[in-house]
């Protein structure tokens, strides 16, 4: 079994800017690609962004992208989102995702086997 937590989340004005972190502990292993979605209220979860296990390629939703940075820390388990130029239309629960070793890295949600609990983004207009 794999755990991950979410952190940093919270309520931000727009334009402002807010870092994700998920820290991955248990039976992880190190070549794992992870991914970050969101749901916002009366919303299917949606992909935001992935990253491989080498950090070598990386993945946005077109609504995210040039906005967002997925990244990663291998030597801590943790992934981080860094979200500039926030929107009201952020707003959602972003969680994280973890998936086995795979040659391609998931954007839909039945890719992943782990998941976090979700931690509560707010942008306020």
């Known amino acids: 079994q794999v755990q991950l937590v979410e952190s940093g989340g919270g309520l931000v004005q727009g334009g402002g800017s807010l870092r994700l972190s998920c820290a991955a502990s248990?039976?992880?292993?190190?070549?794992?690609?992870r991914g970050w979605f969101r749901q916002a209220p009366g919303k299917e979860r949606e992909f935001v962004a992935a990253?491989?296990?080498?950090?070598?390629?990386?993945y946005y939703a077109d609504s995210v992208k040039g906005r967002f940075t997925i990244s990663r820390d291998n030597a801590k388990n943790t992934v981080y989102l860094q979200m500039n130029s926030l929107k009201p239309e952020d707003t959602a629960v972003y969680f994280c995702?973890?998936?086995?070793?795979?040659?391609?890295?998931?954007?839909?949600?039945?890719?992943?086997?782990?998941w976090g609990q979700g931690t509560q983004v707010t942008v306020s207009s």
């Open positions: 990253i491989r296990w080498s950090g070598s390629s990386t």
């Open positions: 995702a973890y998936q086995r070793f795979n040659f391609r890295v998931g954007r839909a949600e039945s890719e992943y086997e782990y």
């Open positions: 248990g039976r992880t292993l190190n070549m794992n690609n």
